[in-house]
């Protein structure tokens, strides 16, 4: 699948520009992963662009969150590596993620949540003005944010043996590079 054809096909089911910012922030940041870790960089990119591409029709029953999904991105003929790391990433099925690609989608994209409130905050609501400093700080706020899930953000240094410093700095940057296209 191209990166076109996936953009069209979470067009037909996603509606909210909000959480299409948010497809391309999880899409920067595992391409940006995937990178780090001398890994296949479009299918990681993929698999961030197209994580929760049942999100409006599941949001009520999230145990059917990325179970949707996965029926959809099988019959559009989505790699199957992908398509396991897209369901394995809801937390709520409680299964174990097992490759590094399933590992990264697992622990990393929740904390492109938290850089998003981190740039609303600032002055000048941009995503240049966060800092290292300011995402770290309000990760120890449990109140700010409050919908991001912060121990799942911490499994990242078991399973990818990145410390929390570490992902917020390649994190940060990968969606630094594309704030024009979060509107940060
Ligand atoms: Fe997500």
Redesign the pocket.
């Known amino acids: 699948m191209t990166r076109e054809e996936a953009l069209d096909l979470l067009h037909q089911h996603v509606k909210n520009q909000n959480l299409i910012k948010?497809m391309l922030a999880?899409e920067a940041i595992m391409r940006a992963l995937a990178r780090k870790f001398g890994e296949d960089e479009e299918k990681w990119a993929l698999a961030g662009l197209l994580?929760?591409i049942d999100w409006e029709e599941t949001q009520d029953t999230p145990e059917l969150h990325t179970v949707k999904s996965k029926e959809y991105l099988t019959e559009a003929g989505l790699d199957p590596e992908i398509v396991q790391a897209i369901y394995v990433h809801n937390h709520v099925h409680g299964i174990e993620p097992k490759t590094l690609l399933e590992k990264a989608l697992y622990s990393a994209?929740e904390l492109t949540g938290l850089i998003v409130a981190c740039a609303l905050v600032q002055p000048d609501k941009k995503l240049a003005s966060v800092k290292r400093e300011s995402v770290l700080k309000k990760f120890k706020q449990p109140s700010f944010a409050a919908g991001v899930n912060r121990d799942i953000i911490l499994k990242a240094e078991e399973y990818l043996g990145l410390s929390l410093e570490e992902l917020i700095d390649i994190e940060l940057s990968a969606m630094q590079e594309i704030a024009d296209d979060l509107g940060l």
Do not use: P, R, V
């Open positions: 948010h999880a994580h929760d994209e």
